[in-house]
């Protein structure tokens, strides 16, 4: 009796254990936002249907700065849902968005090659 309490305390342990040490990433909030989206070409970079306000909202964004490159509207930002940031022009930035093919494409950190 005593050795299945045990063994049902260590499962309980271990369930507890993979759901609060979950990997939080850009694409499991945007999943569990039900937000559809996939990973371009770069695995760093998420497209998905959304216009930028909308995501800054769902991401809780901070920081934010909008600037043009070229004739593309860039938007980053921080958000403390995720732990890794850069830091531009000395603020914390770990997300950044701009259109590209009428699609929102997302980086994590930052879209790639960007800096």
Do not use: W
């Not at 998905?48 to 938007?75: A, E, F, P, R």
Request: aromatic content about 14%; proline content about 1%.
């Amino acid at each position: 009796m005593f050795n299945k309490f045990i063994l049902f305390v260590m499962f309980c342990f271990i369930v507890v254990c993979l759901f609060t040490m979950r990997d939080i990433t850009l694409y499991s909030i945007l999943m569990d936002a039900n937000i559809d989206c996939v990973f371009s070409d770069n695995m760093n970079c998420i497209e998905c249907d959304l216009d930028i306000s909308t995501l800054c909202s769902v991401l809780s964004l901070d920081n934010i700065h909008y600037c043009y490159v070229g004739s593309s509207l860039v938007c980053e930002g921080y958000t403390a849902k995720l732990h890794d940031y850069k830091v531009v022009n000395g603020k914390k930035v770990n997300i950044q968005m701009s259109y590209f093919d009428e699609k929102l494409v997302v980086g994590y950190p930052l879209i790639y090659n960007s800096f």
